[in-house]
């Protein structure tokens, strides 16, 4: 499934993208997040990725319980790389001054770690092991239970937004402040949500539990391409699916909006339809007809998917916080770097944009010689 890495790798360069702008004052839409409903590109991202994770989920719980590793041992696993993922990302939150009273505790990172721990352990305790004629071990997730999962999850969440009363705002309030998730994240989190609102996270407690659902979609999709099916066939499969899937979030967008901040539960069929025919399309392009002369970069990104994001991160961080004397004044190393590198020399928006693209291959020169070597970080 060198196809997936490809995905993966595309998708943790976007991210880079879409974070690292040279001015937030002049960012071109589809690289910056809807205000409210509605999608973007940059919308998909995060979603591919859950989607990703899912995905690669059966191929390596698979390999692991056929290797002989026993249903104890892989939970073990989950449970501490999620724990790990969360403490990474608790980390770059606090980075680097760490001020504990106003940390921000959602993230990025600590919904994958919270999204992976769910979904990984419900397929541990609902896969099915088999044993074939030749004597080995395949593994198979429940789709019955993990669809159900899922649809409990997503009508779930909907029937929570609509129907539940919010105390101060009423019933169905959809929107930053007056909705379910909001009001939970405040009760339970107070001070420590996005620092751009401060009364509401994109990565709530709430909406977390459809995100869930975005991975058990990948789970569905992973168990496709596992299966003794035709190449041609998964890919026409994954390719009538996902369309299905990206109509029907689409149709129902006026009864419960598409919205990556709370993570409607039409966005997660949006975005996961959206997601099944980019990877149908690479799953074709570069399993199927092998065409990979293009992939490498995107493989090095991929390859070390999570590292990559991090070392990212770090960076931008880092070029904040340091500063410079620019003129006998001191100004961030990032906006020095920007200022005098790409302002004189492009339109606002052609600037921030070139930044970018910058910034995305500044970080590809890192992990390049890991992948040259051959060398998989694993978190």
């Known amino acids: 499934m060198v196809s997936l890495d490809v995905f993966r790798g595309l998708t943790i360069a976007s991210m880079i993208l879409v974070n690292d702008p040279g001015s937030w004052n002049a960012v071109y839409w589809p690289l910056d997040h809807a205000a409210w409903n509605g999608w973007t590109p940059t919308d998909l991202v995060f979603p591919f990725f859950l989607f990703i994770v899912g995905v690669a989920m059966t191929f390596s719980f698979a390999s692991r319980v056929e290797r002989g590793d026993s249903r104890r041992k892989l939970a073990w696993h989950v449970v501490r790389r999620s724990a790990t993922i969360f403490a990474i990302g608790l980390f770059l939150n606090g980075f680097p001054r760490f001020h504990f009273h106003t940390i921000r505790i959602p993230g990025v990172l600590q919904r994958i770690a919270v999204c992976y721990l769910c979904a990984g352990l419900l397929y541990l305790a609902s896969r099915r092991r088999e044993t074939l004629p030749d004597g080995k071990i395949r593994v198979r997730a429940n789709l019955a239970a993990i669809g159900a999962v899922a649809v409990v999850l997503l009508v779930g969440y909907w029937a929570a937004l609509k129907f539940v009363p919010v105390p101060g705002y009423g019933v169905g309030r959809l929107d930053p402040e007056g909705n379910l998730g909001a009001y939970i994240d405040r009760a339970v989190m107070g001070g420590h949500l996005w620092s751009q609102s401060k009364t509401w996270d994109p990565e709530g407690i709430l909406s977390t539990f459809p995100a869930v659902a ?13 299966s003794d099916r035709t ?11 996902g369309a299905v899937l990206l109509i029907a979030g689409r149709a129902l967008h ?3 909006p598409i919205n990556k901040k709370l993570w409607t539960s039409t966005f997660v069929l949006f975005t996961g339809g959206f997601a099944m025919l980019l990877l149908s399309l690479f799953y074709w392009l570069v399993d199927l007809r092998r065409w990979r002369g293009w992939t490498a970069p995107l493989l090095a990104f991929g390859t070390n998917a999570i590292f990559a994001f991090v070392l990212a991160d770090l960076i931008a961080i880092l070029s904040i916080v340091i500063h410079v ?15 005098k590198f790409f302002t004189p020399y492009f339109s606002a928006y052609h600037a921030s944009l070139a930044f970018a693209i910058f910034f995305v291959l500044l970080n590809l020169a890192l992990v390049w010689p890991l992948y040259r070597k051959r060398i998989f970080i694993r978190i």
């Open 214 to 226: 975005t991975v058990l979609v990948g789970i569905f999709i992973g168990e496709w391409l596992r």
């Open 231 to 241: 190449g041609a066939r998964k890919a026409i499969g994954m390719a009538i699916a």
């Open 254 to 256: 006026p009864f419960f």
């Open 325 to 339: 004397s620019d003129g006998g004044e001191r100004v961030s190393l990032y906006g020095w770097f920007y200022e």
